[in-house]
């Protein structure tokens, strides 16, 4: 999709940090990590969110692509947190689907924090 930031990372278009690749998806390290590790697994293929008919072949592919992300970037044995932030409530902010694989460092348990009311 043209004036979309990820598909031009992921025809190369615009330069990152390639982690992985392969036939369905791309997985490069975010530009403002905002972990010791964070990096992005994203279909080759423009799909808003995950809400926008993301065939069951794709989304496979990008969760089997966070592990060889994980082991890649050395946090496979420590862990890592997968987040997916869909749609406006969520604060998504590139609307091409993507996965936020982040770790390095131990995380308090909790998961999210709410905006006050
Ligand atoms: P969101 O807030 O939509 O879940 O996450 C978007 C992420 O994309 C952010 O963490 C942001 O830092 C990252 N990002 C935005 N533009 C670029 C870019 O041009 N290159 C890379 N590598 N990451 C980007
Ligand atoms: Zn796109």
């Known amino acids: 999709m043209e004036d979309c930031i990820f598909c031009k990372v992921a025809h190369g278009a615009i330069p990152a940090t390639l982690i ?3 036939d369905f998806v791309v997985a490069f390290d975010d530009i403002a ?3 010791p590790v964070h990096t992005l697994v994203i279909p ?3 799909y808003a969110d995950l809400g926008d ?3 069951a072949a794709t ?3 990008i969760f089997a692509a966070v592990p060889i ?3 890649t970037k050395g946090i496979a044995q420590s862990g890592y947190r997968v987040i997916v932030n869909n749609g406006r409530d969520a ?4 609307g091409h689907l993507h996965i936020h694989v982040m770790g390095g460092r131990a995380m308090q ?3 999210v924090t709410f905006v006050a009311e």
């Open 69 to 71: 992300v994980a082991e």
């Open 91 to 94: 604060n998504q902010t590139v």
């Open 109 to 111: 348990h909790g998961m």
């Open 44 to 46: 080759r293929e423009h």
């Open 20 to 22: 992985y690749q392969d």
């Open 59 to 61: 989304l496979a592919a």
């Open 53 to 55: 008919g993301v065939p």
């Open 33 to 35: 990590p905002q972990s």
